[in-house]
């Protein structure tokens, strides 16, 4: 009898999970943790991996998750769903509600402000809630976009950090997904069901990231040794712990 294909995937992400929380530190004993589930694909299984690594012994973790909608921007998720989701796994969800004003032709561009606003609404929830950490559900796909977005953009060499530690407040933001590619979750996503959005934004367009994508995407086709290339120099330059 074969085994189940769900059953495989979910053992292979459970592997990666492990071994990018041991590797860089990311959980530890009494951690109060805040899931940002944003209702796609990469938030709903972090959600799935961190309320798994709760039911452990060690280290004891709780956790917790917040769901941002924004006001002025139709870009949501059926909360429902969502909340029966969480809840079968044992973890509470919360609803927050945000806005942001933004004019065109400002210098900060309405993603940004959106994502900022959202960001700043898990940072609130998660001191009131006593929380000492937020996961956020990127994976290593998005992290080595962002390397090479940093790189041919902005002249740097950077991505975001599978741990980073708040300066300016008691808070650490971890990436526990940093080790997961994309076409494997997309694929459990497929096996588990995972409810897709209902809605997406009206700012929603082509953008760097987007071609930053088709051309790693063709660097692979070209090297598939590319991603693990990448993944060394930014172990190597420290820069993915902060």
């Known amino acids: 009898?074969?085994?189940?294909?769900?059953?495989?995937?979910?053992?292979?992400?459970?592997?990666?999970?492990?071994?990018?929380?041991?590797?860089?530190?990311?959980?530890?004993?009494?951690?109060?943790?805040?899931?940002?589930?944003?209702?796609?694909?990469?938030?709903?299984?972090?959600l799935e991996l961190l309320a798994h690594q709760a039911r452990i012994a060690l280290p004891r973790i709780r956790v917790e998750a917040a769901h941002v909608r924004m006001e002025n921007v139709q870009?949501?998720?059926?909360?429902?769903?969502?909340?029966?989701?969480?809840?079968?796994?044992?973890v509470k969800l919360h609803v927050l509600q945000t806005r942001f004003d933004y004019t065109p032709g400002t210098k900060k561009p309405v993603c940004f402000l959106c994502s900022w606003y959202r960001r700043k609404a898990l940072f609130n929830l998660a001191q009131q809630l006593g929380c000492n950490k937020i996961a956020l559900g990127h994976h290593q796909d998005d992290l080595i976009h962002t390397t090479l977005m940093n790189l041919l953009f902005q002249g740097q060499f950077s991505t975001m950090p599978a741990l980073l530690n708040m300066r300016k407040m008691p808070l650490s933001i971890i990436r526990p997904l940093c080790l997961e590619r994309e076409e494997h979750i997309r694929a459990y996503a497929e096996l588990a069901a995972y409810e897709k959005q209902i809605k997406q934004c009206p700012y929603e367009k082509v953008s760097h990231r987007t071609a930053v994508r088709q051309l790693f995407e063709q660097v692979e086709q070209m090297n598939p040794e590319a991603r693990h290339s990448i993944w060394n120099a930014l172990e190597s330059a420290g820069k993915l712990t902060e």
């Open 75 to 90: 870009y949501e998720s059926d909360t429902r769903w969502l909340e029966r989701f969480a809840d079968e796994r044992g």
């Open 1 to 46: 009898m074969s085994a189940d294909p769900k059953e495989l995937l979910w053992r292979k992400l459970l592997r990666r999970f492990h071994e990018a929380t041991a590797t860089y530190g990311l959980l530890h004993d009494g951690d109060h943790i805040l899931i940002g589930l944003s209702g796609g694909k990469d938030s709903l299984l972090l």
